[in-house]
C-alpha cells in the first residue's frame, strides 16, 4: 500500500546521528556552583531575620572572646528592657510584630516542615514524573495566634480548587480545627493556606469603642478568626444582611450603627430606619433616626395602608438621591459627607416582608422600583441600603446581586452560601450551614474585591447599650432633611 512520503517499514528503523559535545570538568563544577552560590543568595534575601541572629551570634562570640562577657550581656539587657517597654507602651504593635512572627517561626519549624511531605504525599498534591517526585513548596509560616497562615507555592497545573477539595485533610494532618484556602493578591501561582488552631469566635464579642469621626470606609464592627478587628465598608457601598432566625442579623445592624454614632450625633450620618415588623427590633434606637418607618397604626385596624408609608420612604431617598446626582455631576464621582449633605444609611430589617410579601400591588410596586434604583445608583450620592432578609432566592429579593457587600449568618441550606456569596464559597470554606446555633452573630463577609469571604464575629450589642447608645449620641440637629418621620 501506497504511503505519503513512502513506507519506513521497507527500509527499516531510521538511523539518527546525534553530534557529541564534550564539556571540561571544570565549566560542569563552575555551573554546579553558581547554582549552589545562586540558591544560597537567594535563601539569604528570604530569610533576613535569620541572617541577622546568626550575624548577631557571631559578633557576640566574637566580642565575649575578645572583651569579656560584660558588654555582651549589657547589650542584651539592653534589648530585652526596649521589648519590655515595647510590650507595655504598645502591645498590640509588639504582639503582632514579636510574638507573632517568632510563633509563626516555631510552627514552621515544628509542625508544618516537619511533616510537609507526607501531608502533600496522602493528601495527593505531590506529583510523580519518570520516577521523580515533586512537592508543592513551603514557601513561608505567619501566625496570629488562633491561625497559621502557610503561603504555599502550587505545582504546575494545580489550582486553588484541588487545594480546596483536601482542606479537610489538611487540616486533620496539621491537628488544625479548619483549614481555608484563600488567593495570594497578585500572585498567580502562590496560595494561602489558614490553618484554625484555635477559635477565637465562639465568645460574645464586646462593642468596640466607637471612633470620633467614624471612618465611613472602614467601620469596626466584628472580630476575625485571626483574633484581629475586622472592617465592613459604609460609604460608597450597600450591605445585605442574611440570617435565619436568631443568627444574629440584629447583632449586625446595631454594630453598624454603633460604629456609626458619633457621625449620628454631629449630623454626617441620618439613618432612616424602616422596620416592616412594627418596629420590634430597632424601636430602642428612634433617638437615633432621622426617619422611623415601622408598619403599624394607631388602633391596629388598618392592615393594608401603612406599606405605601414604606413605598414614600424609599421613594424619598430616591428624591435625595437625584438631587445629589445634579449637584455632583461633573464635580465627583463619590459623595464626601458634610453636616449639610450627611451619608444617608436606610436600614431596612426583614427586607422580604417589602419585596416578596406585600399584599398591596401598587404599593410593592413601588417599594421594589424605587428600591432597585437606589440600590443601582445611590450609593456614589451617598445613600446606603442597609437590609436584612432570612430567604437569599431570587424569587425572595431579585436585586440581591446590587448589593456589594453580602454577610452571611447561619442558614439553613447549604445552597444559601452559593446564593449569597458564589459558586465555590462553601468549598473554600464559607461552610455558613453549620454554623453552630449557639454563636450567633458569627459570620461569612463577602466583599468586592475580596475574592474570599472573612469568617467574623459580630460584636454583641445589649439593650444597655443601645440604651446607651441612644442617649450619648443622639442627633444635635436635623436640618439637612425633613425631620423625624414616624409612622404609627
Known sequence: MNRLGGDRREHGPMRLNVAKVRVPLTAVLAAWAGRQLASGVWWLLRHPLAVALAVAALMAVRVTATRGPVLVLSVAAVAVAVLVAWWRVYPRSFVRLVVWRTRGLWRAA??????????????????????????????????????????????????????????????QTFGAVDCRVRTVPGRAHDLALWFLTTDP???????????????????????????????VRLLGAHVLVIGATGSGKGSVLWSLLAAVAPG??????????????????????????????????????DTTGYELEFARGFEDAVTVMRRRQSALRGRSRLHTP???????????????????????????????????????????VGVSVVGAV???????????????????????????????????????????DLIDEATPGVAYVGQDGAPEAARVRFTHVTDADIAALAQAYAPRSMTALPAVAEVA
Open 110 to 171: 515544628t509542625v508544618y516542615r516537619w511533616v510537609w511531605q507526607p501531608a502533600m504525599v496522602t493528601a495527593g498534591l505531590a506529583v510523580r514524573v519518570d520516577g521523580t517526585g515533586y512537592l508543592p513548596r513551603l514557601v513561608s509560616v505567619a501566625s496570629t495566634g488562633a491561625v497559621d497562615v502557610v503561603r504555599v507555592r502550587m505545582l504546575p497545573g494545580q489550582t486553588l480548587t484541588d487545594w480546596a477539595s483536601n482542606t479537610q485533610r489538611l487540616a
Open 264 to 301: 449620628i450625633r454631629d449630623g454626617l450620618v441620618q439613618v432612616w430606619a424602616i422596620d416592616p415588623k412594627g418596629g420590634m427590633e430597632l424601636a430602642p434606637g428612634r433617638a437615633l433616626f432621622a426617619r422611623f418607618v415601622y408598619g403599624d397604626t394607631a388602633d391596629g385596624a
Open 201 to 231: 469566635l465562639t465568645a460574645p464579642v464586646e462593642p468596640f469603642e466607637p471612633a470620633d469621626p467614624p471612618r465611613l470606609g472602614a467601620l469596626p464592627v466584628a472580630v476575625g478568626e485571626d483574633g484581629l478587628v475586622h472592617h
Open 338 to 380: 458634610t453636616a449639610d449633605e450627611p451619608l444617608i444609611v436606610v436600614i431596612v430589617d426583614e427586607l422580604a416582608s417589602l419585596t416578596a410579601y406585600v399584599n398591596d400591588r401598587d404599593a410593592k410596586r413601588r417599594i421594589i422600583a424605587a428600591l432597585s434604583l437606589l440600590l443601582s445608583q445611590g450609593r456614589a
Open 390 to 432: 432570612q430567604d437569599p432566592r431570587k424569587d425572595v429579593i431579585s436585586m440581591r446581586d446590587l448589593f456589594p457587600t453580602r454577610i452571611l449568618l447561619r442558614v439553613t441550606e447549604p445552597e444559601h452560601v452559593a446564593l449569597a456569596l458564589g459558586q465555590g464559597a462553601r468549598d473554600r470554606g464559607a461552610r455558613a
